[in-house]
């Protein structure tokens, strides 16, 4: 079955400071992969997805991540933190076939002025 | 594009009443998912609909968990009758998948729900 593991419930980092975030997926084929990001009281905003190709993938607040398949990971960077990314990231797989969705646990990420 | 709209956006009720949360998708979007998020279980995914149609409820907890959709537009998770474990975000999402995930799912503002 699939799953995904965050295995960093909590993160704390300065401003200005890099980030990476990360994420473990099972899954036995290429998966569809995804990050969201959720601001306190607030839904669910995706910043990234990957299905295909390039590894390395481009989001929204300059968020970027890397599809490893050799280490089944999809972590989550960003070069230099603001402290508006304080929130909490999820990890989520998705299968082939399906429109179920997978997320992990959550890392709740705090930022120091 | 007025997003995914979920109503109310918080209900505390009494153990026993019946509880019902309303999700508008947005306009064109052919999925709608509903979740559950509570700090011991995480994001859940309770049912989702394609084309109105409920394809899998496997997540549904329990019999006391019912949710509709009787058209495009409007969708509706009832819970009856509501107990203190059931308080938790539900959220709404919804896609334009029509042949699997590779479509975004947008979110709503969730409904905080307390049980009493």
């Known amino acids: 079955a699939q799953s995904v593991t965050q295995p960093d419930i909590h993160i704390t980092v300065s401003e200005g400071a890099s980030l990476e975030l990360r994420c473990n997926y099972s899954?036995?084929?290429?998966?569809?992969l995804f990050w969201y990001v959720q601001s306190p009281g607030q839904g669910l905003q995706l910043l990234l997805k990957?299905?295909?190709?390039?590894?390395l993938v481009q989001g929204i607040k300059g968020f970027e991540a890397e599809f490893k398949r050799s280490q089944s990971s999809f972590n989550l960077r960003k070069p230099s933190v603001h402290w508006s990314d304080a929130a909490e990231y999820f990890c989520?797989?998705?299968?082939?076939?399906?429109?179920?969705?997978?997320f992990g646990t959550g890392t709740r990420l705090q930022v120091f002025p | 594009d007025a997003g995914v709209i979920q109503s109310p956006r918080h209900e505390v009720t009494e153990m026993g009443q019946e509880v019902t949360l309303r999700c508008k998708p947005i306009?064109?979007?052919?999925?709608l998912f509903w979740y559950r998020q509570t700090m011991m279980r995480g994001l859940e995914l309770l049912i989702y609909?394609?084309?109105?149609?409920?394809?899998?409820d496997s997540g549904m907890p329990e019999d006391r968990f019912s949710a509709k959709m009787p058209n495009a537009s409007f969708s509706t998770l009832k819970i009856q009758p509501s107990e203190p474990r059931d308080s938790a975000v539900y959220f709404c999402?919804?896609?334009?998948?029509?042949?699997?995930?590779?479509?975004?799912?947008?979110f709503g503002p969730g409904t905080r729900l307390l049980v009493l």
């Open positions: 899954y036995g084929a290429t998966p569809y």
């Open positions: 999402a919804s896609s334009s998948a029509g042949t699997g995930i590779w479509e975004t799912q947008y």
């Open positions: 989520a797989v998705g299968a082939r076939n399906t429109d179920k969705l997978i």
């Open positions: 990957y299905f295909s190709g390039d590894t």
């Open positions: 306009s064109g979007h052919n999925s």
């Open positions: 609909f394609n084309n109105n149609v409920p394809i899998d």
